[in-house]
């Protein structure tokens, strides 16, 4: 009922910026819980926001630090996540998913997109 597109990932340097986008298809976004997760080489997927159906409250995991800001636009089926002060460890595969319940846990995200890989250099 949902398909999830990211993009936006690269390559940058230790304090750089990137912004992610994920824009949806299907379903209308105000319908779930959205979140950004990601996957680095070797290790298992991991939670880094969520943001609810209204957007006005959101989550972030504890690496975040600040750094992050998940956002939501739900007239336009678009999810955003603006990473600044990048650091070396960012560096994975990260994915947008769609969940019917509020939740950190990968296991209940119904819809994922392909995702897109941000490189971070020292």
């Known amino acids: 009922q949902v398909q999830l597109v990211e993009s936006g990932g690269g390559l940058v340097q230790t304090g750089d910026s990137l912004t992610l986008t994920c824009v949806a298809s299907?379903?209308?976004?105000?319908?779930?819980?959205m979140g950004w997760f990601r996957q680095g080489p070797g290790k298992e997927r991991e939670f880094v926001a969520y943001?609810?159906?209204?957007?006005?409250?959101?989550e972030y995991a504890n690496f975040v630090e600040g750094r992050f800001t998940i956002s939501r636009d739900n007239a336009n089926n678009t999810m955003y996540l603006q990473m600044n002060n990048l650091k070396p460890e960012d560096t994975a595969v990260y994915y947008c998913?769609?969940?019917?319940?509020?939740?950190?846990?990968?296991?209940?995200?119904?819809?994922w997109g392909p995702g897109t890989q941000v490189t971070v250099s020292s």
């Open positions: 299907g379903r209308s976004l105000s319908n779930y819980y």
């Open positions: 943001i609810t159906f209204s957007g006005k409250s959101s």
């Open positions: 998913a769609a969940a019917l319940i509020n939740t950190r846990a990968p296991s209940q995200y119904r819809y």
